[in-house]
């Protein structure tokens, strides 16, 4: 599923990073990278703003959508 | 070089450092505490507070250590040098303005892996660099323990932990300036693959670079 899908309070982990490396290099340096948990602050309207790692991401939704995530994070914790 | 000079090779009360030297670059991500840093080292009054991209323009003080004074330039938050916002482009371009500064590259102790790719880009500038983990007391109240003493090794460029909230570790910090490294960034590769590369011929002594422990 895509992160723009994703209901408020939900905490899933990023799968993958859609984008050049460029966008993807952008987004792993502000915590975003495949196999980061995070938990989703606000996505009623505009911008998805994300809990990571202690701080607060905003994302808009077209870089949100290129986020993939799951849902189930506690059945494939390491 | 002859014994004595290397010797007196420190700078020492009245000699004059050429100009680009004295300037010590506060680099960063944003949100890490550089302006905390800032007004540690310079006792000056640059906004703080506890939420990204406060800091937008440049703000300058002075520090007296070793007996000389260095200009100390708070920088921006940036997560590359490949400006992409505002801020960014800021701090990428007085990172070019003075290629013969002193880089300060401040890490957060509780997520130290996203600074060090900013970290490298200034290595690879061939600037010389001292590392300061700062947030260290965040990341004791967290249980992430930070072995400066491997990063070090490492890099070979100075590593202190500091918590400039409280002021722990920023005596430790002015004392290691002058002991700014030029990264060999070969050796740093072959350390971090588990190889010791060779130390260079001409190791102008001790610099605090850690190869010896």
Do not use: W
Not at chain 2, 162 to 177: H, K, Q, S, Y
């Amino acid at each position: 599923m895509q992160l723009t899908e994703c209901g408020i309070g939900e905490t899933v982990r990023v799968v993958a990073v859609m984008g050049c490396e460029r966008f993807r290099n952008r987004l792993a340096l502000r915590g975003i990278a495949p196999g980061q948990i995070c938990t989703v602050v606000s996505a009623a309207c505009g911008p998805i703003v994300l809990a990571v790692d202690g701080g607060t991401l905003a994302l808009g939704r077209g870089m949100a959508a290129h986020i993939t995530v799951e849902r189930n994070i506690d059945e494939k914790s390491n | 070089m002859s014994l004595r000079d290397r010797l007196f090779s420190r700078p020492r009360l009245g000699v004059e450092v050429p100009e680009g030297e004295r300037t010590l670059l506060l680099i960063g991500n944003p949100n890490v505490g550089k302006s905390a840093l800032f007004n540690r080292l310079t006792g000056g009054s640059a906004t703080v507070s506890n939420y990204p991209g406060t800091t937008v323009d440049v703000t300058r003080g002075s520090l007296v250590a070793d007996h000389q004074a260095r200009e100390v330039i708070d920088v921006p938050g940036a997560y590359s040098l490949e400006p992409r916002d505002a801020a960014e482009e800021v701090a990428a371009r007085i990172v070019g303005e003075y290629p013969d500064a002193v880089a300060l590259v401040v890490l957060d102790a509780t997520r130290i892996e996203r600074g060090l790719y900013l970290l490298l880009q200034v290595l690879e500038r061939g600037m010389r660099t001292v590392v300061a983990v700062n947030m260290i007391d965040a990341a004791r109240a967290k249980g992430i323990m930070v072995d400066t003493a491997a990063l070090q090794h490492l890099l070979g460029v100075p590593v202190v932990s500091t918590a400039a909230t409280t002021g722990e570790g920023t005596r430790d910090l002015v004392g290691i300036l002058h002991k700014a490294q030029v990264a060999d960034l070969p050796a740093v590769r072959d350390r971090v693959a588990g190889k010791t590369p060779e130390p260079p011929a001409n190791l102008p002594g001790c610099a605090g670079c850690g190869r010896c422990r």
